[in-house]
């Protein structure tokens, strides 16, 4: 039996051609039909930015990402939150940078496992990168960056929800 949880896809940049595309790929993982209201996204001439909250078994999350991931043009978040059974998720994905995972907390803070923080320490030991650098890398600091500008302005952009019966 799976876990529902509950998410959110933020759909920061895509270009025209590619937003029925991206409601395909939601669809697909999500079950049903997706039908995102889209608007112009200023951050980005030509773009357009759409929101879908979700309610589906844990892990989804990382499924949507993966139906996204590596679209040009294409600049996008899905959250994930926490179950009793399961740790919350950020995905992160822009056309420089790749996709950015991490572990979120209840109130959607960035977790790192012990194991990735021993990493950043040999890492800083070695002179292979400061230790700032390390924990920015973890931290998806240059995602945060890049996404900022089209996270502000979308602000007061419609959210369309979307549960799954489970």
């Given at each position: 039996m799976?876990?529902?949880?509950?998410?959110?896809?933020?759909?920061?940049?895509?270009?025209?051609?590619?937003?029925p595309?991206?409601?395909?790929?939601a669809?697909?993982v999500?079950?049903?039909?997706?039908?995102?209201?889209?608007?112009?996204?200023?951050?980005?001439?030509?773009?357009?930015?759409?929101?879908?909250?979700?309610q589906?078994?844990a892990?989804?999350?990382?499924?949507?990402?993966?139906?996204?991931?590596g679209?040009?043009?294409?600049?996008?978040e899905?959250?994930?939150?926490?179950?009793a059974?399961s740790?919350?998720?950020?995905?992160s994905?822009?056309?420089?940078?790749?996709?950015?995972?991490?572990?979120t907390?209840l109130?959607g803070d960035?977790?790192?496992?012990?194991?990735?923080?021993?990493?950043?320490?040999?890492?800083?030991?070695?002179?292979?990168?400061?230790?700032d650098?390390?924990?920015?890398?973890?931290l998806g600091?240059?995602?945060?960056?890049e996404?900022?500008?089209?996270?502000?302005?979308?602000?007061?952009?419609?959210?369309r929800?979307?549960?799954?019966?489970i």
């Amino acid at each position: 039996m799976s876990i529902p949880t509950r998410g959110v896809l933020y759909v920061h940049s895509a270009p025209s051609a590619l937003c029925p595309h991206v409601e395909w790929a939601a669809a697909g993982v999500l079950g049903g039909s997706v039908d995102l209201d889209w608007v112009t996204q200023p951050a980005e001439v030509g773009t357009y930015r759409a929101e879908l909250s979700w309610q589906a078994p844990a892990g989804s999350a990382a499924s949507i990402a993966s139906a996204l991931r590596g679209w040009e043009r294409l600049r996008f978040e899905v959250t994930e939150e926490p179950t009793a059974s399961s740790e919350g998720a950020r995905y992160s994905y822009t056309p420089d940078l790749g996709i950015f995972h991490a572990l979120t907390g209840l109130h959607g803070d960035v977790l790192i496992p012990e194991d990735r923080v021993k990493a950043v320490r040999v890492k800083a030991a070695t002179g292979e990168a400061s230790i700032d650098e390390a924990l920015d890398q973890l931290l998806g600091v240059a995602w945060d960056r890049e996404l900022e500008p089209f996270r502000h302005a979308g602000e007061g952009a419609p959210v369309r929800w979307l549960h799954q019966v489970i």
